[in-house]
């Protein structure tokens, strides 16, 4: 029987030992997993550091250019609005659509007083004569 026993007892020892290189071979494959891991993160964060401020410095700038261009976009509708809206006017009122053609082109209308201005000293412009005014005379 002791031989039995004895055998069982050192079977069971040796199943131990083994099971603790097992372990032991397992703990410094995870601790060098880690130890890769922990360097590759570093490597990771102090990439991304030194290029950090020149992607944040990008950003910033693209945003001022974003802003920039949605404000020059409401100016461009504001000014398509109010020309569409003078438009509309123009095609609802015959009479103020032909005060701007003549206020534009300088034409006039046969029985209108036109007073002539001399032009300003700094500038060469003048306003065209009217041509066959009824008041104008010779």
Do not use: C
């Not at 550091?49 to 920039?68: C, M, S, T």
């Amino acid at each position: 029987m002791r031989t039995v026993r004895s055998q069982a007892n050192e079977s069971g020892i040796n199943a131990t030992a083994d099971a603790g290189k097992r372990q032991a071979s397992a703990g410094k494959a995870s601790s060098m997993l880690m130890a890769a891991s922990f360097l590759i993160g570093t490597g990771l964060l102090v990439a991304l550091g030194l290029r950090f401020p020149q992607e944040a410095n990008r950003w910033v700038q693209n945003q001022d250019q974003i802003r920039e261009l949605q404000d020059e976009n409401a100016n461009l509708r504001k000014l398509r609005d109010e020309r569409l809206e003078r438009l509309k006017s123009f095609r609802e009122n015959y009479q103020e659509q032909e005060l701007e053609i003549r206020r534009q082109y300088h034409l006039y209308k046969p029985g209108d007083t036109v007073f002539m201005l001399p032009p300003s000293s700094g500038s060469g412009n003048t306003p065209a004569a009217p041509s066959d005014s009824a008041g104008a005379t010779q």
